[in-house]
C-alpha cells in the first residue's frame, strides 16, 4: 500500500497542499512549529479517522477553518489505484468516501490505509495502560485475521447487555444465560485470534530487536485478561457478586494485556528513552513484516521525529530497518543532514521542505531522485 497523492486542507497551521510523494522513502524536514507533524496528522486521519494528538476535531482543524479535509489516492500490492476522502467538521461530525462511496466504519479506513506510528509518545506502548497495548495487538490481529472483527463486535455486543443488567438487574435467567453463552463465545475466539497473532509476533520481534539493540532478557508475554487455567464461563459465575458490586464485568478479553518485561520488571521501569523508542520500533516494525506476510498489503509507516533520542548508530540500525521492510514510510526531522545517509542506493527517497505550513518537494533528495 502507498500513498501516491495526497491533498490536505484545513489541518493545524498547513497551507492547502498536494504532494506526489515518493513510494518508499519520504523525509519531512523543517524548523519547529512548520508542520511537519501536522503532515503526519492529516495522514493518520485519513487511515484512522482520527488524530493521534487529540481525540477532538477541533483542535486539528486550522484556526479560522470550519473543517479540514484530507484526500489521498492508494496504490495497492495488486496494482489497483484506491480512492480515500475523509472530512471533519468543527462538530465532529465524520465523512468518509472510499472510492467515491459514503462509508460509516473507521474499519474500511483501517483495512484500506494499514498504518503504523512510531513518535516521541511511543514510549506510553511500554508505560501506559493495558489499552494501549491491547489496541497494538488488536491492529496486528484485525489485519491478518478478517474473523477478528466480527468476534469482537460481538464481545462488545455481550459486555454492554452484562454490564446493564448488573447494574441495573432487570433481565430474566434465561436472557442472562444466552448473554453470557456470547460473552464466552466471543471471548474465547478473540483470544484465540490473539494468541495465534503473538506465536507469530513474537520471533518477528525477536528477530527486529536483535538487529537494532542487544536486549537479550526482554520477553513479551500475553494475558488473555483472565486465569490461564479456568474457562471463563467458570471465572464469570465466581465473580458474580463483584461484578455486580462494581457494576461491570472483570473478567474477560477486554481486560488482556501485553507484558514487556526484563526478568522480574516491567521494561518501562528499566529501559532509557532510546532504549524505549527501538523496542517500540521494532514491536511496530515486526507488525509490518506479519502483514507483509499474509499478502493483505503493506502498511504505511509514519516516524514522527526518527533522529531524537538515537545515536548515529541506532540512527542508522533503524533506517536500515525501515528501507528493508519495502513499505512506503514518512519520517520528520529537524536536521536533514542526519537522514541523508542510511537508505539503500536503489530506494526512492523523496526530501520536502516544510517552512511555515508550506510544503515543496526539495531538488536534493538523495537516492534515485538525486
Ligand atoms: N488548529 C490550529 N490552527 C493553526 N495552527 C495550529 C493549530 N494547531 C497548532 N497549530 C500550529 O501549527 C504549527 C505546526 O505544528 P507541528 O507540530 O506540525 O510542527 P512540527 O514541524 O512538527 O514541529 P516540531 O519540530 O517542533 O515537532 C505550530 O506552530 C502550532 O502552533
Redesign the pocket.
Given at each position: 500500500m502507498s500513498l501516491s497523492r495526497l491533498s490536505v486542507t484545513g489541518v493545524?497551521?498547513l497551507h492547502p497542499v498536494t504532494l506526489s510523494p515518493s513510494p518508499r522513502i519520504n523525509i519531512l524536514f523543517?524548523?519547529?512549529?512548520?508542520?511537519?507533524?501536522?503532515?503526519l496528522?492529516a495522514i493518520h486521519l485519513l487511515g484512522m479517522a482520527r488524530s493521534f494528538r487529540s481525540s477532538r476535531a477541533a483542535?486539528?482543524?486550522?484556526?479560522e477553518q470550519v473543517s479540514c479535509t484530507v484526500f489521498g489516492q492508494v496504490e495497492t500490492p495488486s496494482g489497483q489505484t484506491r480512492a480515500l476522502g475523509i472530512a471533519r467538521e468543527r462538530s465532529g461530525e465524520l465523512q468518509i468516501r472510499i472510492d467515491g462511496q459514503s462509508v460509516r466504519s473507521a474499519a474500511e479506513l483501517a483495512d484500506a490505509l494499514p498504518l503504523q506510528l512510531i513518535n516521541p509518545d511511543s514510549f506510553r506502548l511500554l508505560e501506559g495502560a493495558p489499552k494501549l497495548r491491547r489496541q497494538f495487538l488488536d491492529w496486528g490481529v484485525f489485519h491478518v485475521e478478517r474473523r477478528f472483527l466480527g468476534a469482537w463486535q460481538r464481545l462488545q455486543q455481550a459486555l454492554r447487555q452484562r454490564n446493564s443488567w448488573l447494574r441495573h438487574g432487570t433481565l430474566d435467567g434465561a436472557s442472562q444465560a444466552a448473554w453470557n453463552r456470547e460473552l464466552v463465545l466471543a471471548s474465547d475466539e478473540i483470544d484465540m485470534y490473539r494468541q495465534a497473532y503473538i506465536q507469530a509476533l513474537k520471533p518477528a520481534f525477536e528477530t527486529t530487536l536483535a538487529s537494532l539493540i542487544q536486549l537479550d532478557d526482554l520477553k513479551l508475554s500475553y494475558y488473555r485478561g483472565w486465569d490461564k487455567d479456568r474457562p471463563l464461563g467458570e471465572v464469570l459465575l465466581g465473580s458474580l457478586e463483584r461484578d455486580r458490586l462494581l457494576g461491570h464485568t472483570q473478567a474477560g478479553p477486554q481486560r488482556a494485556d501485553l507484558r514487556i518485561r526484563i526478568g522480574q520488571h516491567s521494561a518501562a521501569d528499566i529501559l532509557s528513552r532510546g532504549q524505549q523508542k527501538l523496542v517500540v520500533a521494532a514491536l511496530r516494525i515486526a507488525q509490518g513484516h506479519l502483514l507483509n506476510e499474509v499478502k493483505r498489503g503493506r502498511c504505511i509507516y509514519l516516524v514522527?521525529?526518527l533522529p531524537s533520542e538515537l545515536d548515529a548508530q541506532h540512527r542508522g540500525a533503524l533506517c536500515q530497518l525501515l528501507d528493508e521492510l519495502e513499505c512506503q514510510v514518512f519520517v520528520?526531522c529537524?536536521d536533514p543532514n542526519l537522514l541523508r545517509e542510511g537508505w539503500r542506493k536503489q530506494t526512492p527517497v523523496s526530501m520536502f521542505h516544510?517552512e511555515h505550513?508550506c510544503i515543496e518537494e526539495s531538488a536534493d533528495s538523495p537516492g534515485v531522485k538525486a
Open positions: 493545524r497551521n523543517g524548523a519547529n512549529g512548520s508542520g511537519k507533524t501536522s503532515l496528522e483542535p486539528v482543524i486550522a484556526h514522527d521525529d520528520t529537524v516544510v505550513g
